[in-house]
């Protein structure tokens, strides 16, 4: 269940937990329909009744991997700074 919530997840643009259980509901029989997703009718029936902080719970890793902090390596420098005229 939790690599078909992963997909529905993915495929919404990685919303929250609230905005993607609201999606649900009309999402999954879509993607059942175009054979996008392959789970059986319990998996499908799980997927519509999860709660939206237990979809934030299940997702944090996958989130985690997406949040941009720590990703950047450069340091502010004075080089900037120097260029720009000031007026003191």
């Given at each position: 269940?939790?690599e078909?919530?992963r997909?529905?997840?993915?495929?919404q643009?990685n919303?929250c937990?609230?905005?993607?259980a609201?999606?649900?509901?009309?999402l999954?029989?879509r993607?059942?329909?175009?054979?996008e997703?392959?789970?059986?009718?319990?998996?499908?029936a799980?997927?519509?009744?999860i709660?939206?902080?237990?979809?934030?719970?299940r997702?944090?890793?996958g989130?985690?991997k997406?949040?941009?902090r720590?990703?950047f390596?450069?340091?502010p420098?004075?080089?900037?700074?120097?260029t720009i005229?000031?007026?003191?």
């Amino acid at each position: 269940m939790i690599e078909a919530l992963r997909s529905c997840w993915a495929v919404q643009g990685n919303p929250c937990g609230r905005l993607l259980a609201a999606a649900l509901p009309e999402l999954v029989p879509r993607l059942l329909r175009f054979k996008e997703l392959q789970i059986d009718d319990a998996t499908a029936a799980l997927l519509l009744k999860i709660a939206p902080a237990t979809i934030d719970r299940r997702l944090k890793a996958g989130r985690a991997k997406l949040d941009p902090r720590w990703r950047f390596h450069t340091k502010p420098g004075t080089l900037l700074k120097n260029t720009i005229p000031m007026r003191t």
